[in-house]
C-alpha cells in the first residue's frame, strides 16, 4: 500500500509518470483503481481512462472520484447527478453542496449556485471556497464592486488569521476590479491559478495587444469550454490582422465545437460561439438565430448590440438593426468605420437621410469620411433619398469630377425636382439643388459639354419655379 501512498503524493505533485509507476507497484484494491483514474485523465489517455472508470464501485469515494472527472471534462450536470446522489443517501456530507454550487456557476446558473451554496454557509460562514465563490457568484450577476464586498470578508478572515491573502483571493481581485494590477499580480501565478493565464490573456485583448495575448496562449492545449473560446478570439484577432486562413480555420473549428457540443448548445457562451462562427462565415440569418435567442441578457452590452445591429443591417432587418446600433454608448465603437457606415445604411433604409447626413457632417475629412460620402450617395438614390444623394453627390463631384459622380448628381438633383413637383418634397429642397446645378455649371466652365447639361436641368428648374410662383420659406 506504500506504493499506493507514494503515487498519491506523485500524483498531488504533479509527476504522473511517477505516480503511475508506483499506483501499479501496489496492490489492486479501489484505491489504485482512483488513483489510475484521476491520472488517466491528467495524461488525457481516454482508453486508460474507460477502463478504470468501468473498474468504479457504488462507494462514496468512488462515486466522488467520478464527479470530479466529470467536473474536470466540464460534464457539468453529470457531476451534479453524482453529487445529489450521494447527498440524498449521506446527508452530513454537506460540502458536497459547494460542490454543487461550483457545477451551476460553470453552467451559468449563477442564482442558483447562490442558493446551494447558502445550505453550506449556514453551517460554516467562515469556508474560504464558499466565500470565494459566492464573491464570484455576485461578479456574474452584479459587478466587481458587490463582488469585492463579498470577498472582503474572507480577505479580513485570512489577515486575521494567517496575515496573508492567497494567491485566489489576489487572482479575483484582479477580475473584480476589471484588470487593475494584472501586469504585476498576473503573470507570477501563471502556473499556480490556472485561470491566470487566460485573465491576462483577457487583458491584453482589451488593451489590444494581441501579440502578447497570442504568445501567452499559442500553445495551451485547450480543455475547458473557456479556454477553446478564448483561444478561438486569439486566433480571430490574429487571422484577421495578418489575414491568415490558418488562424482563421482554427478560429471557426473551435468556435463550431463548443457551440455545437451538447454540454454548451444551449449556453450563453455556446451559443454566442455557433453566432461568432456564423459571423465569420458571412451567414448572418443563422447569426441571427443565435443573436436573437441571447438578446435579454445582452441588452446593455455595447459590442453585442454592434454585431446584432450588423447582421439585422446584412438580412434587410433595418429597422431592428437601427434600434441596436443606437443604443451603443462607447465612444470608441462608434468611431469605427465599420459601426458608421452600417448605422448610416440603418438610417438610410429607414427613410431618416438626415440622421445619416448629420453623421456625416461631424466627421473629419479623411479617406474614411469620403468612403462614408460614396454609400451616402448611393444608399440615398437607391430609397429615392433623393435630396440626400444630390447632397452627398455634390461633395463628391467637388472632390473628384469622375463620371459617375457628374452623372449621380444629375439623377439626384433631377429627382428632387420631381419629388418637389408631387408634393413629396418641401421646396426649400428645390432652391439648395438650384444652388448645387449653379455651382456645377461653374465648376465644369472647362467643360462645355458637362456644363451644358447642368445648364439645361437648372433651366427647366427655374422655368418652372418661375412659372409655379414659388418661394424659399
Not at 472527472?69 to 457531476?79: D, K, N, P, W
Not at 454608448?329 to 438610417?347: C, I
Amino acid at each position: 500500500m506504500h506504493y499506493i501512498h507514494m503515487g498519491c503524493c506523485h500524483f498531488v505533485n504533479g509527476s504522473y509518470a511517477e505516480a503511475e509507476e508506483c499506483a501499479l507497484k501496489g496492490p489492486d484494491c479501489s484505491l489504485q483503481t482512483r488513483l489510475l483514474f484521476h491520472i488517466a485523465q491528467k495524461t488525457y489517455d481516454e482508453d486508460k481512462l474507460l477502463v478504470y472508470h468501468q473498474k468504479l464501485k457504488e462507494t462514496v469515494e468512488d462515486q466522488l472520484s467520478l464527479g470530479a472527472v466529470h467536473f474536470y471534462r466540464g460534464h457539468f450536470q453529470e457531476a451534479i447527478d453524482v453529487y445529489k446522489r450521494i447527498l440524498l443517501e449521506t446527508r452530513e456530507y454537506i460540502a458536497l453542496n459547494v460542490y454543487v454550487a461550483m457545477c451551476y456557476y460553470k453552467m451559468d446558473y449563477y442564482d442558483v449556485s447562490l442558493e446551494v451554496l447558502n445550505v453550506y454557509l449556514q453551517s460554516h460562514n467562515n469556508s474560504a471556497t464558499a466565500i470565494n465563490l459566492k464573491s464570484c457568484n455576485h461578479y456574474r450577476l452584479y459587478n466587481g464592486k458587490a463582488a469585492e464586498a463579498e470577498l472582503r470578508v474572507l480577505i479580513d478572515l485570512q489577515r486575521s488569521t494567517y496575515n496573508v491573502e492567497n494567491d485566489i483571493v489576489k487572482h479575483n481581485l484582479v477580475v473584480f476590479r476589471n484588470g487593475e494590477d494584472a501586469l504585476q499580480v498576473l503573470p507570477p501565478l501563471l502556473n499556480v491559478v490556472p485561470e491566470a493565464r487566460l485573465n491576462l490573456v483577457i487583458y491584453h485583448l482589451r488593451h489590444e495587444q494581441i501579440e502578447e495575448a497570442y504568445e501567452l496562449i499559442k500553445d495551451l492545449e485547450p480543455v475547458a469550454s473557456t479556454e477553446y473560446i478564448l483561444k478561438a478570439v486569439v486566433n480571430a484577432f490574429i487571422g484577421q490582422k495578418l489575414d491568415s486562413e490558418e488562424h482563421l480555420k482554427t478560429t471557426r473549428e473551435y468556435f463550431n465545437l463548443i457551440g455545437s457540443a451538447q454540454s454548451e448548445c444551449d449556453t450563453i457562451p455556446g451559443r454566442q460561439c455557433m453566432a461568432s462562427y456564423f459571423f465569420i462565415l458571412r451567414d448572418f440569418p443563422n447569426v441571427l438565430i443565435y443573436l436573437r435567442s441571447i438578446k435579454p441578457y445582452f441588452l446593455n452590452d455595447d459590442t453585442f448590440l454592434y454585431l446584432h445591429g450588423i447582421a439585422c443591417a446584412a438580412t434587410g432587418s433595418f429597422a431592428e438593426a437601427e434600434e441596436s446600433l443606437t443604443a451603443v454608448r462607447s465612444e470608441k465603437v462608434k468611431a469605427e468605420f465599420s459601426y458608421m457606415s452600417w448605422l448610416m445604411r440603418a438610417h438610410i433604409m429607414n427613410k431618416h437621410a438626415k440622421r445619416a447626413w448629420d453623421i456625416y457632417l461631424k466627421m473629419e475629412t479623411s479617406a474614411e469620411s469620403f468612403n462614408i460620402l460614396q454609400l451616402m450617395a448611393n444608399d440615398c438614390y437607391k430609397v429615392c433619398a433623393f435630396y440626400y444623394a444630390a447632397k452627398a453627390f455634390d461633395v463628391l463631384e467637388r472632390l473628384d469630377s469622375a463620371p459617375e459622380y457628374i452623372e449621380g448628381k444629375k439623377g439626384a438633383c433631377i429627382g428632387v425636382f420631381q419629388q418637389v413637383f408631387a408634393g413629396q418634397e418641401p421646396a426649400d429642397s428645390l432652391f439648395d439643388v438650384m444652388k448645387m446645378l449653379d455651382m456645377s455649371v461653374q465648376q465644369h466652365a472647362n467643360d462645355p459639354k458637362v456644363s451644358q447639361q447642368f445648364e439645361s436641368i437648372l433651366k427647366v428648374i427655374k422655368d418652372w419655379v418661375k412659372e409655379s410662383k414659388l418661394k424659399k420659406k
